[in-house]
């Protein structure tokens, strides 16, 4: 039995789930979501839980197990809370604004990057150099912060460029200089 797809996903107040046609639903309070899933994984309500299982006990099902498990419980935590991940920008004149559902960034070319923000997204950006990115779907969130921390990639020797905010970045000395 996989470890994850074993334990039951809570269902809380104010949520529906639905799935048929291989397509699981979840609608809550913040907005709805959908996800396919693989026939070989089974979904069973008992009460306010759903109890997600397999069919037979091939490893590429029970890497579905697990997965779908863990699908299912993300889209439930993304309708009531959300999801959030924040960016923060280090270096000399490096700064974020956001006009409408554009984010643009002086980052140090010779031009400002301007990104269109998804519509299912939200993105907050402070004085401090600080990028918020908000929204239901814990994949989009997570994929829009890594294409924004592409643009300008922490540099070990001075910290600069766009990190996520729990990110440690590892630094290098630099030359010596002359003995």
């Known amino acids: 039995m996989s470890r994850i797809g074993k334990i039951p996903v809570k269902i809380p107040q104010g949520v529906k789930v639905s799935f048929e046609n291989e397509v699981i639903t979840v609608e809550g309070p913040k907005g709805k979501l959908t996800q396919q899933y693989h026939s070989v994984v089974t979904l069973a309500r008992e009460g306010d839980e759903i ?11 029970k890497a579905y197990h697990g997965l ?10 993304g309708v009531t809370a959300g999801f959030t991940r924040s960016l923060v920008i280090n270096g000399v004149g490096f700064r974020a604004e956001v006009k409408g559902n554009l984010l643009t960034m002086n980052l140090g070319y010779s031009n400002d ?9 939200t993105t907050v950006a402070d004085a401090n150099g600080k990028i918020t990115i908000s929204g239901i779907d814990k994949q989009r969130v997570g994929e829009f912060a890594s294409q924004v921390r592409k643009l300008r990639l922490p540099e070990p020797y001075k910290g600069k460029g766009i990190r996520y905010d729990d990110e440690v970045i590892r630094r290098k000395v630099g030359k010596s200089g002359v003995k």
Request: hydrophobic residues 40%.
């Open 68 to 77: 779908y498990r863990n699908l299912l419980n993300n889209m439930v935590v």
């Open 51 to 61: 109890i997600v299982g397999r069919k037979n006990e091939e490893k590429q099902t």
């Open 113 to 121: 990057i301007t990104v269109m923000v998804p519509k299912d997204l």
